[in-house]
């Protein structure tokens, strides 16, 4: 059974950078896309970013754009959101899942159905 790990979170000051991994163990990653989400305080969970199986593809919400980048390493089952310019509103709980696409080029941030969830890393923007 696929398992997501998620770390890299923390407290940084507004302007500064993080880099989120997110680890999977008991299958391999290349069989699905990922999505990354996040919640803050009293919002909804959002879906901010996603990567194609072969990271061919990504596509990012509005507000993360241009800061933002996902990238996946297929060979270390890992995929990573690097977090520049971070802003207090960035501040939230950060989620990796997957799902295994139809099409190996598939990329959406509101997948229908997720085959996994990881636990979550809080990353806070804050002076």
């Known amino acids: 059974q696929l398992q997501l790990v998620e770390s890299g979170g923390g407290l940084v000051q507004p302007g500064g950078s993080l880099r989120l991994s997110c680890v999977a163990s008991?299958?391999?990653?290349?069989?699905?896309?990922i999505v990354w989400f996040r919640q803050a305080p009293g919002k909804e969970r959002e879906g901010v970013s996603c990567?194609?199986?072969?990271?061919?593809?990504?596509q990012y919400v509005d507000s993360i754009e241009g800061r933002f980048t996902v990238s996946r390493d297929n060979a270390k089952n890992t995929v990573y959101l690097q977090m520049n310019s971070l802003k207090p509103e960035d501040t939230a709980v950060y989620y990796c899942?997957?799902?295994?696409?139809?099409?190996?080029?598939?990329?959406?941030?509101?997948?229908?159905?997720?085959?996994?969830w990881g636990q979550g890393t809080l990353v806070t923007v804050s002076s």
């Open positions: 899942a997957v799902f295994r696409p139809v099409l190996s080029w598939s990329c959406t941030l509101r997948p229908d159905s997720l085959d996994a």
């Open positions: 008991g299958s391999s990653l290349d069989q699905y896309t």
């Open positions: 990567i194609s199986r072969n990271g061919g593809r990504t």
